[in-house]
């Protein structure tokens, strides 16, 4: 990183000095040449801090997949990761991804051909690697992981009703969904600032059936 910082002042330097000629038809004297200096390395130190503020801020990765539960049922997940800066440059600055200290989700479920909301509202427990009890949270941390560190269940396949469901949340019951073709609007709340993402599912007689579709 000190290499980083001695060029940066260097190239600082060499952009002033042509500016300063461009200007004024000379080079800086003395004095003038201290104040350059001062004002380069100044911006050298600074360059870290405004690099981290652009680039380092949390970044929450949605992936959509399917499993299949034990018993022949299947879920339809989103995994959420916050992968770290991968950049080398960015590294060797010293940017380095920060944790998200409050994420929370909601969404709600409409039909496809109609857009009729049928789910207008779910806060859903998020399941995390911190969380041991395996129950799910409705606020967690997510720190920068290369791997899935938390998942939603956005729809689940129940084999003994043979039925498709939303999960219920703190003030409302599980919804049962028909057969059909539907879309989930997902807002992802990182550190209170929203995050907005839709993706198609279908529904269909049995477990197999329930897949995720292209994104819409």
Same mark, same amino acid.
């Given at each position: 990183?000190?290499?980083?910082?001695?060029?940066?002042?260097?190239?600082?330097?060499?952009?002033?000095?042509?500016?300063?000629?461009?200007?004024?038809?000379?080079? #800086?004297?003395?004095?003038?040449?201290? !104040?350059? *200096?001062?004002? !380069?390395?100044?911006?050298?130190?600074?360059?870290?801090? %405004?690099?981290?503020?652009?680039?380092?801020?949390? +970044?929450?990765?949605?992936?959509?997949?399917?499993?299949?539960?034990?018993?022949? !049922?299947?879920?339809?997940?989103?995994?959420?990761? /916050? #992968? #770290?800066?991968?950049?080398?440059?960015?590294?060797?600055?010293?940017?380095?991804?920060?944790?998200?200290? !409050?994420?929370?989700?909601?969404?709600? %479920?409409?039909?496809? /051909?109609?857009?009729?909301?049928?789910? #207008?509202?779910?806060?859903?427990?998020?399941?995390?690697?911190?969380?041991?009890?395996?129950?799910?949270? /409705?606020? *967690?941390?997510?720190?920068?992981?290369?791997?899935?560190?938390?998942?939603?269940?956005?729809?689940?396949?129940?084999?003994?009703?043979?039925?498709?469901? *939303? +999960?219920?949340?703190?003030?409302?019951?599980?919804?049962?969904?028909?057969?059909?073709?539907?879309?989930?609007?997902?807002?992802?709340?990182?550190?209170?600032?929203?995050?907005?993402?839709?993706?198609?599912?279908?529904?269909?007689?049995?477990?197999?059936?329930?897949?995720?579709?292209?994104?819409?």
């Amino acid at each position: 990183m000190g290499k980083l910082l001695v060029i940066l002042v260097i190239i600082f330097l060499v952009i002033v000095c042509l500016a300063f000629v461009g200007i004024f038809g000379r080079f #800086p004297d003395e004095w003038e040449w201290i !104040g350059v *200096i001062l004002a !380069g390395w100044a911006l050298a130190m600074a360059t870290p801090s %405004i690099f981290q503020m652009f680039w380092g801020r949390p +970044l929450v990765k949605v992936e959509f997949e399917r499993e299949t539960t034990e018993g022949g !049922g299947a879920v339809l997940l989103m995994f959420l990761s /916050n #992968p #770290p800066v991968q950049k080398r440059i960015l590294r060797r600055l010293g940017v380095r991804r920060e944790t998200v200290q !409050g994420l929370t989700a909601s969404f709600r %479920i409409s039909e496809l /051909n109609g857009g009729k909301v049928l789910v #207008p509202v779910r806060h859903p427990r998020i399941y995390s690697d911190d969380d041991s009890s395996d129950i799910g949270r /409705n606020r *967690i941390i997510l720190p920068p992981t290369y791997s899935v560190a938390a998942s939603i269940i956005v729809v689940r396949w129940d084999v003994k009703r043979n039925k498709a469901f *939303i +999960l219920g949340d703190r003030l409302r019951k599980e919804y049962q969904l028909g057969a059909g073709y539907y879309q989930a609007d997902i807002i992802l709340f990182v550190d209170g600032d929203p995050q907005h993402i839709s993706r198609r599912f279908v529904v269909g007689k049995k477990a197999d059936d329930l897949i995720w579709a292209n994104p819409s």
